[in-house]
């Protein structure tokens, strides 16, 4: 089929924000194992100077190029004025600022393009292990160029997630389940169920929007989803950007995690 004003207006914002999270990447990298200055944000949760920087790049480049977005980021202040675009960049300059901070590789710059609550096009950048996932709706989802897909009916499933949930589990599937050590950034995690080095994961309660929208298509695209408690797909970009608890995967073991995590929200 040959391609609509629709098709080429999506495949311009992907090469968007490739281009623009490759070069958050860069900026990124100037302060990795450099120890850049922290500030914890409401006590618990560090940000640092990297994460401030690599927002301003991306907020200045991305709206410059899409004034008419919205504009939801991990590290910008909120306001309501978002909620009148139809289309939103949902951001997260980099996911997973502990494992940055660290000197841990397992780090993203995560970018969604958001239209009437679904993510359309995403892209996570990870540098310091030189991968780029991307995706769009309808075209797919790679890893440095190379299609993804998830792993089909796995016998014993690699499942990552919390132990609180994950020790949730029926005692059948707790017999085949192989648990995946801890996945510092949660878009990553969900990526690898995308490549197949995962085969679900639980998210516990209190992620937000930026951690999920880009990772969220990527898998989409790979043949899975990510699930509320009651089996349903997210809505991004709405007022609250706050999650529950969530379960993400394939096929069957996702119905059976839904099941898992639809019980301990009970």
């Given at each position: 089929?040959?391609?609509?004003?629709?098709?080429?207006?999506?495949?311009?914002?992907?090469?968007?924000?490739?281009?623009?999270?490759?070069?958050?990447?860069?900026?990124a990298m100037g302060y990795y194992g450099r120890d850049?200055?922290?500030?914890?944000?409401?006590?618990?949760?560090?940000?640092?100077?990297?994460?401030?920087?690599?927002?301003?790049?991306?907020?200045?480049?991305?709206?410059?190029?899409?004034?008419?977005?919205?504009?939801?980021?991990?590290?910008?202040?909120?306001?309501?004025?978002?909620?009148?675009?139809?289309?939103?960049?949902?951001?997260?300059?980099?996911?997973?600022?502990?494992?940055?901070?660290?000197?841990?590789?397992?780090?993203?710059?995560?970018?969604?393009?958001?239209?009437?609550?679904?993510?359309?096009?995403?892209?996570?950048?990870?540098?310091?292990?030189?991968?780029?996932?991307?995706?769009?709706?309808?075209?797919?989802?790679?890893?440095?160029?190379?299609?993804?897909?998830?792993?089909?009916?796995?016998?014993?499933?690699?499942?990552?997630?919390?132990?609180?949930?994950?020790?949730?589990?029926?005692?059948?599937?707790?017999?085949?389940?192989?648990?995946?050590?801890?996945?510092?950034?949660?878009?990553?995690?969900?990526?690898?169920?995308?490549?197949?080095?995962?085969?679900?994961?639980?998210?516990?309660?209190?992620?937000?929007?930026?951690?999920?929208?880009?990772?969220?298509?990527?898998?989409?695209?790979?043949?899975?989803?990510?699930?509320?408690?009651?089996?349903?797909?997210?809505?991004?970009?709405?007022?609250?950007?706050?999650?529950?608890?969530?379960?993400?995967?394939?096929?069957?073991?996702?119905?059976?995690?839904?099941?898992?995590?639809?019980?301990?929200?009970?």
């Amino acid at each position: 089929m040959p391609a609509t004003d629709a098709d080429t207006r999506l495949d311009d914002d992907l090469d968007l924000i490739r281009v623009a999270a490759e070069e958050a990447g860069r900026i990124a990298m100037g302060y990795y194992g450099r120890d850049p200055q922290v500030w914890m944000k409401a006590g618990v949760s560090p940000v640092s100077e990297a994460d401030y920087a690599v927002d301003k790049f991306l907020k200045e480049t991305l709206r410059k190029a899409r004034p008419d977005y919205g504009w939801l980021s991990e590290e910008t202040v909120d306001t309501p004025e978002r909620l009148s675009a139809r289309r939103t960049f949902v951001v997260d300059p980099i996911d997973g600022t502990r494992a940055f901070l660290e000197r841990q590789d397992v780090w993203c710059v995560s970018i969604a393009v958001v239209d009437a609550g679904r993510p359309l096009a995403g892209v996570l950048d990870c540098p310091a292990r030189k991968e780029v996932f991307a995706a769009r709706a309808g075209g797919g989802a790679t890893l440095d160029g190379a299609r993804l897909t998830v792993r089909q009916r796995p016998e014993e499933p690699r499942i990552a997630g919390p132990k609180a949930l994950l020790d949730q589990m029926p005692a059948d599937m707790q017999q085949r389940v192989n648990r995946h050590r801890y996945v510092p950034s949660l878009a990553y995690r969900i990526a690898m169920i995308a490549d197949g080095r995962l085969d679900g994961t639980f998210v516990k309660a209190n992620s937000h929007d930026w951690d999920l929208a880009a990772a969220d298509l990527i898998l989409a695209e790979a043949g899975g989803a990510v699930c509320d408690t009651a089996g349903r797909s997210l809505h991004y970009a709405g007022p609250d950007p706050r999650r529950g608890v969530l379960a993400a995967g394939s096929g069957a073991l996702l119905e059976r995690m839904v099941a898992v995590v639809a019980a301990a929200a009970t």
